[in-house]
């Protein structure tokens, strides 16, 4: 989120270096508190605190990288390199994520401190919204299908697809599938990750419905 001095009626406490380039790069958690519980969305304004005797005028955007380049929060060159690209995938985040000094892409534009900083806030946010996809579009299926209501004879869902050889990424889905598919919805399903998986999870599937 943007900050300028000023006032507003609902406050978000930060600390001084918080504060970096008229920004405030506010932590997963943090964000989830904003727009859950003071209950902000993009666009809104919101009023922060240093601790110190100052408050500034802030307003919530989604941080994403063309974002970070048009609000000036990366350095000239980062921004040039990451306003000229057409395409980036997850593979070119993961990449990243695993190695942020020279994984790929993403490494190679954000070779300062800062740049890295601001890349790796927005790495890991794409990789959540990234997952939760999958886990609503798969809870949605299993929902629709009728399927995974019984703990002892989950169905197999097949991964396919390099980023999904991820041990981060498969943690993720898990830890996900767990905490709403399962927890929430009572729903239950197995996860089977390798480059096979189409043939493997229609077999598994086959010995399932048969």
Request: net charge negative; glycine share 10%; proline share 4%.
């Amino acid at each position: 989120m943007s900050a300028e001095k000023g006032a507003a009626a609902l406050r978000f406490f930060i600390r001084p270096e918080d504060i970096s380039q008229g920004a405030v790069l506010l932590s997963p958690e943090d964000g989830a508190h904003v727009c859950r519980v003071l209950r902000r969305r993009v666009g809104d304004s919101i009023s922060l605190c240093d601790g110190q005797g100052t408050d500034y005028l802030g307003e919530i955007y989604r941080l994403t990288m063309i974002k970070a380049a048009e609000r000036k929060l990366l350095s000239f060159g980062c921004s040039r390199d990451v306003l000229s690209l057409t395409y980036l995938g997850l593979d070119a985040v993961l990449d990243f994520l695993d190695d942020p000094i020279r994984g790929g892409t993403l490494a190679h534009f954000c070779r300062e401190p800062q740049d890295r900083e601001v890349g790796l806030a927005v790495a890991h946010a794409v990789l959540k919204r990234a997952v939760l996809l999958v886990c609503a579009n798969l809870s949605a299926v299993l929902s629709f299908v009728g399927a995974g209501q019984d703990a002892e004879h989950p169905p197999c869902v097949g991964l396919w697809g390099e980023a999904f050889q991820s041990p981060r990424l498969r943690s993720l889905l898990e830890e996900q599938l767990q905490g709403f598919t399962r927890d929430v919805l009572g729903l239950h399903v197995t996860l089977s990750p390798g480059l096979a998986s189409p043939a493997i999870g229609a077999a598994l599937a086959a010995c399932y419905n048969g």
